[in-house]
């Protein structure tokens, strides 16, 4: 939503956020209340949409707005919005397909709601790829780099497995993991380093800034990707910007970002020993590194902000 607002600011929209509350009542209540608020002014309401419980603050403000006449667009973003598309289809209907386009950041995502006659248009989140200093990793290291909220569909505790299976090859193998806590997980994670002894290897930052983890990045040689579900990572495109060769599941819509083999490499969901053996290959094969890198670079230009300004302007002009 940050990203976003600035490019269309940019261009001279005017943007109203909310909402910024913890408190899942107060944040709903503060979204419903600024569409109420500017309804008469507002040409458009955008609503960032996610497949778990937060799917029904897309419910409920994409029906304040019918009733209110408002045109608006869901944002897709969550990687279990196929599952939603399944199994709570009426209220799906409800929410796209009176939406006047919904917004899919991923090819995967527009596939499946094709499947459903829901009217898509395709516009990739979107990096400054000018912001992501490139580094090419000349001698790789076996230093993890792990970015995302600590929540079970994320699968942080397989970054910890990992680890533990990377180190009876290098011993000085060693993990960050960079994300806010959300439902529990990092206990869960940092009990596990314990049990398989290797807390000490481990280091945990709390939620950072884009600009600081980023900073963090140099220090380290791959990005591994442990989730479960997946839609389209903006975490993952910036490792790419920002020159580390990546390790990730193929969950949901990842195998649309990564070719396998050619930008990054993809292992099956849940199977740390799949996940530890590519980064060995990494490891032993710098040439094949330099080359991942490199094409995960190119493949992240194509998500520079300038080029997704566009194309939401082309959208939104004709709104």
């Not at 248009?121 to 979107?126: F, L």
Request: charge should be positive; aromatic fraction near 8%; hydrophobic fraction near 40%.
């Amino acid at each position: 939503m940050a990203t976003l607002t600035k490019q269309l600011e940019s261009e001279g929209y005017e943007v109203i956020c909310a909402s910024d509350k913890i408190n899942k009542i107060a944040r709903l209540c503060e979204m419903c209340f600024t569409i109420l608020k500017h309804r008469n002014t507002a040409d458009v309401v955008l609503i960032d949409t996610f497949s778990t419980s937060n799917f029904y603050y897309a419910l409920i403000t994409s029906q304040l707005a019918r009733i209110l006449s408002l045109k608006y667009i869901p944002i897709l973003h969550g990687g279990n919005l196929p599952n939603r598309l399944k199994n709570a289809e009426l209220l799906s209907i409800l929410i796209f397909k009176y939406a006047y386009k919904n917004v899919c950041p991923s090819q995967y995502l527009a596939h499946e709601f094709n499947k459903y006659n829901f009217e898509t248009v395709y516009i990739p989140n979107s990096i400054p790829i000018e912001g992501h200093p490139f580094k090419l990793r000349t001698k790789l290291e076996p230093k993890l780099l792990w970015v995302r909220a600590f929540d079970k569909i994320y699968n942080p505790v397989m970054a910890v497995k990992v680890l533990a299976k990377l180190k009876a090859s290098y011993k000085n193998a060693s993990l960050c993991m960079v994300g806010p806590d959300k439902d529990g997980s990092i206990n869960k994670v940092k009990d596990l380093a314990i049990q398989l002894g290797v807390a000490d290897h481990v280091i945990f930052t709390g939620v950072l800034p884009k600009e600081q983890w980023h900073q963090l990045a140099e220090n380290y040689g791959v990005f591994i990707n442990t989730t479960n579900i997946d839609n389209m990572p903006v975490s993952v495109i910036e490792a790419m910007a920002l020159g580390l060769p990546i390790v990730s599941t193929n969950a949901g819509g990842l195998p649309y970002l990564i070719e396998n083999g050619v930008d990054g490499l993809l292992t099956p969901i849940n199977d740390e020993n799949a996940m530890a053996e590519a980064i060995v290959k990494l490891l032993e094969n710098q040439n094949k590194a330099e080359e991942l890198s490199k094409s995960a670079r190119e493949k992240a230009k194509k998500f520079d902000g300038d080029m997704v300004k566009k194309q939401w302007t082309k959208l939104l002009e004709n709104v």
